[in-house]
């Protein structure tokens, strides 16, 4: 495994197997603009793709919220990305906020998200970029990018309505509103809610467990269900066969196999 990035404004620790991100700038409710951020969660993700020995990321905010978003003083006095003409803006967003969209829909590993305060704007789309979200009774989100007459620029009008449906995706987005964390969890925005004391540990026990299995195979299913969602049925199965004729030659395969025939746990080692 190579070394753990030095990251400006979060943390990245790792334990058996997965990693905890804790976005770390509370003094601005971890808004993603205007602080390194950006570049932090990017960087974590790229360093989780490259090292075979992590199958899981959690991500978790410090203090108050999971994350702001973007910087609504940075909007009104128009500086950094949002700053300069139509044309400069927009290639700050490319280069800038968009970066964690497509850096999150790349991970190849298990990606979590628990949420333990509120996520608003790109903070609640940048939640529903990853696989699982565990919330407690301080989750807040908001689509709320129409309230400040703007648009999800980071693409959350592509991942909100793959997780809720058109309809419900369309009345969050269009009007704005917050929710609250059981509403949240009715959506099927939140696979869980619990007590805010035992969110982390909640993630953790996840994390763990996906951790546990065999490595190349999980890596491999995750990249597979990204597929399924963009691929016709004949193609799609045409990839299965051969992901799957990987698997069953991988010595992962036998001991996973073999601890099922003995009644033992299997010990995976990722080939």
């Given at each position: 495994?190579?070394?753990?990035?030095?990251?400006?404004?979060a943390t990245?620790?790792?334990?058996?197997?997965y990693?905890t991100?804790?976005?770390?700038?509370d003094?601005?409710?971890?808004?993603?603009?205007?602080?390194?951020?950006?570049?932090?969660?990017?960087?974590?993700?790229?360093?989780?793709n490259?090292?075979?020995?992590?199958?899981?990321?959690?991500?978790?905010g410090a203090?108050?919220?999971?994350?702001?978003?973007?910087?609504?003083?940075?909007?009104?006095?128009?500086v950094?990305?949002?700053?300069g003409s139509?044309?400069e803006?927009?290639?700050?967003?490319?280069?800038?906020?968009q970066?964690?969209?497509r850096?999150?829909f790349?991970?190849?590993?298990?990606?979590?998200?628990?949420?333990?305060?509120?996520?608003?704007?790109?903070?609640?789309?940048?939640?529903?970029?990853?696989?699982?979200?565990?919330?407690?009774?301080n989750?807040?989100?908001?689509?709320?990018?129409?309230?400040?007459?703007?648009i999800?620029g980071?693409?959350?009008?592509?991942?909100?309505q793959r997780?809720?449906g058109y309809?419900?995706?369309?009345?969050?987005?269009?009007?704005?509103?917050?929710?609250?964390?059981?509403?949240?969890?009715?959506?099927?925005?939140l696979?869980?809610?619990v007590?805010?004391?035992?969110?982390?540990?909640t993630?953790?026990?996840?994390?763990?467990?996906?951790?546990?299995?065999?490595?190349q195979?999980?890596?491999?299913?995750?990249?597979?269900?990204?597929?399924?969602?963009?691929q016709?049925?004949?193609?799609?199965?045409d990839?299965?066969?051969?992901v799957?004729s990987?698997c069953?030659?991988?010595?992962?395969h036998?001991r996973?196999?073999?601890?099922?025939?003995?009644?033992?746990?299997?010990?995976f080692?990722?080939?």
């Amino acid at each position: 495994m190579t070394a753990v990035p030095s990251l400006q404004d979060a943390t990245l620790t790792v334990t058996n197997r997965y990693a905890t991100l804790i976005l770390e700038r509370d003094d601005v409710r971890n808004a993603l603009t205007g602080t390194a951020l950006i570049d932090d969660i990017c960087s974590a993700i790229e360093w989780t793709n490259a090292n075979k020995e992590v199958s899981c990321l959690i991500i978790t905010g410090a203090g108050s919220a999971f994350s702001s978003g973007g910087n609504i003083k940075d909007m009104r006095d128009k500086v950094g990305m949002f700053g300069g003409s139509p044309a400069e803006i927009s290639e700050s967003y490319k280069k800038g906020i968009q970066r964690i969209s497509r850096t999150m829909f790349e991970a190849e590993v298990v990606t979590i998200a628990a949420v333990n305060g509120a996520a608003v704007g790109a903070g609640f789309d940048l939640c529903c970029m990853a696989d699982i979200r565990i919330g407690c009774e301080n989750t807040r989100f908001g689509e709320t990018f129409i309230n400040l007459g703007i648009i999800p620029g980071d693409g959350g009008a592509w991942f909100l309505q793959r997780l809720v449906g058109y309809q419900r995706a369309a009345e969050l987005t269009f009007s704005g509103r917050i929710i609250e964390s059981a509403e949240a969890l009715d959506l099927g925005l939140l696979l869980e809610c619990v007590p805010k004391e035992t969110l982390l540990e909640t993630a953790e026990r996840y994390a763990a467990g996906y951790a546990s299995k065999p490595p190349q195979a999980l890596r491999a299913t995750k990249r597979l269900m990204k597929l399924a969602q963009r691929q016709e049925l004949a193609d799609f199965l045409d990839v299965c066969a051969d992901v799957q004729s990987q698997c069953h030659h991988s010595k992962d395969h036998q001991r996973a196999l073999n601890a099922f025939i003995n009644k033992t746990d299997a010990q995976f080692e990722g080939n």
